[in-house]
């Protein structure tokens, strides 16, 4: 089983990697294997609303860029942790158009998959961060991963993170966590326990 870690940051080894390592290192710890996407500083389309994706485009974005990329492995994927700092308390542009394109397109390819996000700030705006990139999983049919506190760590610089001994425990205790859902999902398909499906043939809207 493979756990794909998608740092949400324009800074390559910054304090969002370093958070985003430690989840790795328990998930390595417990024998699941990792890799970790960088968003980088390329410059990220918004999504047009144009359906390419869904008429003709097999579930590939209009626009080749990373997130097509990133769908290829996300198909393969068993899980994820999406991880962002905070910017004006809410997680970067960047990756708010990534991922507005990576569900939208791609959305099949995240169903039933355990997802957890991560943030890091130097002090607000975390709560309000965790809880914008939670509606994707929960818009996506998604198992959400939990730990034993808020998905954050606290700090300007990586050696600010490295002080957060208790965000570095809840990035460990969120790491073993995913593992262990990972594992017991597994365990249940093994005795033909499937997902279920899901209706969808109702679209209503409120103006009338």
């Known amino acids: ?3 794909l870690l998608l740092n949400g940051s ?17 998930l390595e710890e417990d024998e699941i294997k990792t890799e970790i996407l960088q968003m980088g500083t390329e410059a990220i389309w918004d999504c047009m609303g144009c359906d390419f994706c869904h008429n003709g485009g ?13 769908l290829e492995k996300v198909e393969e994927a068993d899980g994820f942790i999406f991880g962002s700092p ?11 158009a990534l991922l507005d394109r ?3 397109a791609g ?39 939990s730990s034993t506190y808020w998905n954050m ?18 990035m460990r205790n969120l790491g073993h966590n995913m593992a ?12 033909g326990l499937l997902p279920p499906k899901t209706e969808d043939q109702h679209w209503t809207n409120f103006i009338r």
């Not at 097999?58 to 990133?70: A, I, K, Q, S, Y």
């Open 1 to 3: 089983m493979k756990v």
């Open 10 to 26: 324009t800074t390559k080894d910054g304090c969002v990697y370093r958070a985003l390592t430690e989840v790795a290192s328990a």
């Open 58 to 70: 097999n579930n590939r974005c209009v626009h080749e860029d990373m997130v097509n990329d990133w």
């Open 86 to 96: 905070v910017y004006y308390a809410h997680p970067t542009g960047q990756f708010l």
């Open 102 to 104: 990576m569900f939208y």
């Open 107 to 145: 959305g099949e390819y995240f169903r039933f998959k355990p997802g957890a996000a991560i943030v890091t700030a130097r002090r607000a705006g975390t709560t309000a961060s965790l809880d914008v990139i939670n509606k994707y999983f929960t818009d996506a049919c998604m198992p959400v991963v």
């Open 153 to 170: 760590a606290h700090g300007n610089k990586i050696e600010e993170i490295e002080r957060d001994l208790e965000g570095l425990q809840i």
């Open 180 to 191: 262990w859902m990972l594992k017991c999902l597994e365990a249940g398909k093994e005795k």
